[in-house]
Nanobody, 124 residues
Framework: QVQLVESGGGLVQAGVSLRLSCAAS????????MGWFRQAPGKEREFVAA????????DYADSVKGRFTISRDNAKNTVYLQMNSLQPEDTSVYYC?????????????????RGQGTQVTVSS
């Protein structure tokens, strides 16, 4: 089992940056592909970004490409999501997810573990 805890969310104005962290415990994430998803009230959970086990490959939703960057530090058992130029439409609860059985992918169902999430609210 792995436990994932997200942090770094908050209330910010449009245009600023935030960095989310996802700290894992109980199991190393060095063998896990990792992803970030988000879910706004009344909407389905959507893919944000994913990163391969070795960090060499990444994938992003079109809506965040060029603004968000996913990275990982396997030594710290942590994954990050750097979010720049935040917009009100980025307001959501952000979740990190891990899969030890699949490669990095864009489907929430493709991950075995998920954290509790951290709220990001962007005001205009």
């Amino acid at each position: 089992q792995v436990q994932l805890v997200e942090s770094g969310g908050g209330l910010v104005q449009a245009g600023v940056s935030l960095r989310l962290s996802c700290a894992a415990s109980g199991r190393t994430i060095s063998r896990a592909a990792m992803g970030w998803f988000r879910q706004a009230p009344g909407k389905e959970r959507e893919f944000v970004a994913a990163i391969s086990r070795n960090g060499y490959n990444t994938d992003y939703a079109d809506s965040v490409k060029g603004r968000f960057t996913i990275s990982r530090d396997n030594a710290k058992n942590t994954v990050y999501l750097q979010m720049n130029s935040l917009q009100p439409e980025d307001t959501s609860v952000y979740y990190c997810a891990a899969t030890y059985t699949s490669s990095y992918n864009t489907l929430a169902a493709g991950y075995d573990y998920r954290g509790q999430g951290t709220q990001v609210t962007v005001s205009s």
